[in-house]
C-alpha cells in the first residue's frame, strides 16, 4: 500500500512561496490502478515524484507498506527504490550507445544480481514487451513505441511491487497510445503490480480503474 499524509511542497523564490502541494492526503491499495490527472501545473508529477521517493516533501509522510521514507538517506532511498519501484516517463532515456537488452540491465546492476541473471531478466522483459528479436539492437533502430516499450521493459525486469507512470504516452500517436496502455493494464492484471500513472489525457486516465484528480496543488476528486 502507498500511503501519503498531508504532503506539502513549496518552494522559497525571492519575494514569495510557491506550492507544488497543499496538504494532499492519498492511499493506494496494492494491485491498483491509479491515474493522477490535472492540467500543466496542477502537481501531478510532483505527488509521483513524493510517493516514488524521487524528492522529499516539505512536510508531511509518505509510507510504502507499513515503512516511512522521510528520515531515509539518499542511498537508502535508492535501495528501497531498487527492490520496490519501477519508473517510466515521457522521455525513453534510453542509452544510444548500448544494445537494447543492455539499456533494460543498467538498473539492475546496481542491485546484487549476477552478471547472467540480469541477461536472462533482461531478455524476458523485453520478449514481454514483444521485442525478443530486437535483443542486440540501438534504440536508434527503433520507432517511438519501440522504445517506450524497451522502457516499460527496463522498468519492470526487476520484477518491482510498484508502477510508476509519468506521461508514458506524451510522445506517442493514437495507435502506439492504445499498444502501449494495453501493456501496462496487462502488467497491472496479470502481474498484480500496482500502476500509478499520471496524465492530462482524460482517455488515457480512463483506463484506469480509479482517478486522483489534482487543481493547483489539492485534490479535488
Do not use: C, W
Request: hydrophobic share 40%; no cysteine; net charge negative.
Amino acid at each position: 500500500m502507498i500511503y501519503g499524509s498531508d504532503l506539502e511542497k513549496r518552494y522559497e523564490m525571492k519575494s514569495d512561496t510557491v506550492f507544488a502541494l497543499k496538504g494532499v492526503d492519498v492511499s493506494i491499495e496494492e494491485g491498483e490502478f491509479v491515474a493522477i490527472v490535472g492540467t500543466s501545473g496542477s502537481g501531478k508529477t510532483t505527488l509521483l515524484q513524493l510517493l516514488g521517493g524521487l524528492d522529499k516533501p516539505s512536510s508531511g509522510e509518505v509510507r510504502i507498506d507499513g515503512t516511512s521514507l522521510r528520515d531515509m538517506t539518499d542511498a537508502e532511498l535508492s535501495s528501497f527504490r531498487n527492490k520496490k519501484m519501477g519508473f517510466i516517463f515521457q522521455a525513453f532515456y534510453l542509452q544510444p550507445f548500448l544494445s537494447l537488452q543492455q539499456n533494460v540491465e543498467v538498473p539492475m546492476m546496481f542491485g546484487s544480481e549476477s552478471p547472467e541473471a540480469r541477461a536472462a531478466a533482461a531478455a524476458t522483459a523485453i520478449e514481454a514487451v514483444g521485442l525478443k528479436d530486437r535483443l542486440s539492437h540501438k534504440p536508434s533502430e527503433l520507432s517511438g513505441g519501440q522504445q517506450q516499450r524497451v522502457a516499460i521493459a527496463r522498468a519492470v525486469a526487476h520484477e518491482p511491487k510498484i508502477l510508476f507512470a509519468d506521461e508514458p504516452t506524451g510522445n506517442l500517436d493514437k495507435n502506439t497510445t492504445a499498444d502501449v496502455l494495453s501493456l501496462l493494464q496487462n502488467l497491472n492484471r496479470d502481474r498484480g503490480m500496482t500502476l500509478v500513472l499520471v496524465t492530462h489525457d482524460e482517455n488515457v486516465a480512463a483506463t484506469a480503474n480509479r482517478i486522483i484528480r489534482l487543481e493547483d496543488g489539492e485534490v479535488v476528486a
